[in-house]
């Protein structure tokens, strides 16, 4: 057994703490991938989770994108035994009057023909279960408390369990996978808030949805409605995802509580008033808001942000599991290599870095205008000139980290169709025909 690990099953009990190469924060799908990466390359890790899984989580709309990562941690089968197949996308707008779907299978050269909609309670325990198994040594109800980085010295950090009790660790390497909570991003004064896409959300789960007919059934809908969208996510136990994220004015301006703006705004809408005629709420509505943010980097000195913890971004186009499985993919090897050599891993922090930032400037150069008229008309209208339609199902499937050079230029096309119209001032008219 590797010298980090000889205390396994006294440190399992009471969680004293103490040394280990890698201390992770954060057991969901960011923490516990690049748990169990660098645990299976011989890493003493060590993962600190606040709470209990199986936990409520939104985001429950993978992409094909994930699948490749679910074959790297020997998780494919399981994802494919807790999830319902997801074929596509599909984009439902009441100012045209039509829907467009997006089938994956239609575009060959995309590196999976499907994904999956999952229960993310069951997907993270699955994530969180799986880097045991590769001998990260993993605690639930510990919350990191306090991070210290003591110059010369390992990192210094403190967390409370459940029960009061402190434990404290001085890991070589710290890896801040606290999503949204931007633990790190936080202390250290390097979180942004994104201006340009200050949103926000209500959401919940409902039966009584209906699903798209036949081979659509398990497709996600984005419904585009006056300023913002809802997402429709069926679930494998019958139930439906619905969420309404808006602009801030949406919220400010609204009449009575939360339920009642999220009910006003389904009936404003006839193709979702129409979906959610028989809805039933599984459990009150919740909500998020202040969406869009990033750290100003993603590492320093001996530790790294992933994840949510490092940027979020609206998620239209389901990709926070995807970026926070790939950074962690990624960020093992980084961290992999810090701990073999300093300068040799400083270096693929920075590459790391890089290809986060250039695969999230894809998704957001859309996001920013998904409110846009052009951008609209040009969801509902979808031409394969120049393969345009094929770039934007690259981008909807996910396909942003080191994206091939034929993939790029077909972003690019879709993106000059946008500009040009854009210049000419002009879409086309609101199309005929009843309402979806």
């Known amino acids: ?27 969901g799908p960011a923490g516990s991938t690049i748990a169990a990466v660098l645990a299976e390359r011989g890493r003493d890790v060590v993962v600190l989770e606040k709470a209990q899984h199986p936990r409520f989580h939104i985001g429950e709309s993978l992409l094909p994108a994930n699948l490749p990562l679910f074959e790297r941690l020997g998780l494919a089968e399981e994802v494919h035994r807790i999830g319902l197949f997801k074929p596509g996308a599909e984009f439902v707008s009441d100012r045209y009057r039509k829907s467009n779907l997006f089938l994956f299978a239609t575009a060959s050269h995309l590196i999976a023909s499907h994904s999956y909609q999952v229960r993310r309670a069951s997907f993270d325990q699955l994530l969180f279960e799986n880097c045991r198994r590769r001998r990260a040594r993993a605690f639930e109800n510990t919350r990191v408390t306090e991070v210290a980085f003591p110059e010369g010295e390992r990192p210094a950090v403190t967390a409370r369990r459940g029960d009061g009790a402190t434990s404290n660790w001085r890991p070589r390497f710290v890896v801040d996978a606290t999503g949204r909570d931007t633990l790190l991003a936080s202390q250290l004064g390097l979180k942004r808030v994104n201006k340009r896409n200050n949103t926000a959300a209500i959401f919940g789960h409902f039966s009584g949805v209906p699903r798209r007919p036949g081979a659509a059934e398990g497709v996600i809908t984005i419904h585009l409605v006056e300023d913002g969208w809802f997402w429709m996510i069926p679930l494998p136990d019958g139930l439906m995802s619905v969420g309404l994220v808006g602009n801030p004015g949406l919220f400010k301006n609204r009449k009575g509580g939360i339920e009642a703006l999220f009910w006003a705004q389904v009936k404003a809408s006839p193709s979702v008033a129409e979906r959610m005629a028989a809805a039933v709420p599984a459990a009150p509505l919740a909500t998020t808001g202040n969406y869009s943010y990033a750290a100003r980097r993603t590492s320093g000195e001996r530790f790294l942000m992933i994840g949510d913890a490092f940027a979020f971004i609206d998620p239209i186009f389901s990709s926070g599991v995807m970026i926070a499985m790939t950074s962690g993919v990624l960020g093992a090897e980084a961290v992999d290599a810090f701990l073999a050599d300093e300068r040799r891993g400083r270096r693929a922090l920075r590459r790391l870095e890089r290809q986060v930032r250039r695969a999230t400037a894809q998704l957001s150069w859309i996001i920013y205008r998904i409110n846009d008229p052009v951008l609209r008309y040009l969801l509902m209208h979808p031409s394969n000139r120049f393969r345009m339609r094929d770039g934007l199902l690259s981008v909807l499937a996910g396909e942003i980290f080191g994206s091939s050079l034929p993939t790029r230029l077909r972003v690019l096309a879709f993106r000059g169709i946008y500009y040009t119209l854009k210049a000419l001032g002009r879409v086309a008219p609101q199309a005929a025909g009843s309402a979806v």
């Open 1 to 27: 057994m590797p010298e980090g690990h000889a205390a396994r099953a006294e440190s399992e009990i009471g969680a004293p703490g103490g040394e280990c190469d890698v201390l992770v924060i954060g057991g």
